[in-house]
């Protein structure tokens, strides 16, 4: 069965600086789907970035981006200049590529965020 | 603002009755999960359902039932309700295209419903 890994509970940042979330995860499928969302304090899970597993380049939204080393199982999330209205929940979350009954996210245990002033 | 919606927002109710859940997806999706996120947790996978019908299911117990209506909104119903029940329960919609080679797009979820069991 797959696993999703958060190691990092609680992480603060300046305003304005880049931090980075870790995220690790095991499965024995070569191709499937990770997401990062995000999850302030109003509940309403965010997707923020995604990224195919057959896909080399790392996914980048705006001041988001990813590293992923599919070797390794790793999927971090990088986001530069932070914001406060970046601050929140974020889960790394794994999908299987296909669809039906192997559809569903598994979720890491989240990474809370504080930016501060 | 991701088009899925749910009700209520909240939800108060007593050990052993039962309780209904409403999500509406977004226009397009034909797929809708339901997800439970107990306090400083992780969402956990309840089921799927896509075409009226449940196409997968985590490990959780037969109390925990569903529907899927024409439109591809969506009920979660919970009996005997546990203090254990006690989470967040989100709901999220996708579309399903099987012709593409069984490829299934992101998951959108709604705000949530809180429940509480006393």
């Known amino acids: 069965a797959q696993t999703v890994t958060q190691s990092q509970p609680e992480m603060s940042v300046q305003e304005a600086e880049t931090v980075t979330l870790s995220c690790t995860y095991d499965t024995s499928e070569s191709d499937y789907y990770l997401f990062w969302y995000k999850q302030p304090p109003s509940r309403q899970m965010i997707l923020v970035i995604r990224q195919e597993a057959y896909k080399q380049q790392n996914a980048t939204e705006n001041r988001f981006s990813v590293n992923f080393q599919k070797a390794a199982k790793s999927f971090s999330l990088k986001i530069s200049d932070s914001q406060l209205g970046d601050a929140a929940m974020y889960f790394c979350?794994?999908?299987?590529?296909?669809?039906?009954?192997?559809?569903?996210?598994?979720f890491g245990k989240g990474t809370k965020l504080s930016v501060k002033p | 603002e991701t088009g899925v919606t749910q009700s209520p927002t909240h939800l108060i109710k007593t050990r052993g009755q039962q309780v209904t859940l409403r999500c509406s997806s977004q226009?397009?999706?034909?797929?809708v999960s339901w997800y439970q996120q107990a306090l400083g947790q992780g969402p956990q996978f309840i089921f799927q359902?896509?075409?009226?019908?449940?196409?997968g299911r985590g490990n959780f117990p037969p109390r925990f039932s569903g529907l899927q209506f024409p439109n591809y909104s969506s009920e979660l119903n919970v009996n005997a309700l546990e203090l254990d029940d006690s989470a967040l329960y989100l709901c999220?919609?996708?579309?399903?295209?099987?012709?593409?080679?069984?490829?299934?797009?992101?998951?959108?979820f709604g705000p949530g419903t809180r429940l509480l069991v006393l």
């Open positions: 359902y896509y075409r009226e019908e449940e196409n």
């Open positions: 999220a919609s996708s579309l399903w295209v099987i012709q593409d080679l069984n490829h299934q797009e992101t998951q959108y």
């Open positions: 226009s397009g999706h034909n797929t």
């Open positions: 979350a794994y999908r299987s590529v296909h669809g039906g009954s192997q559809g569903n996210l598994i």
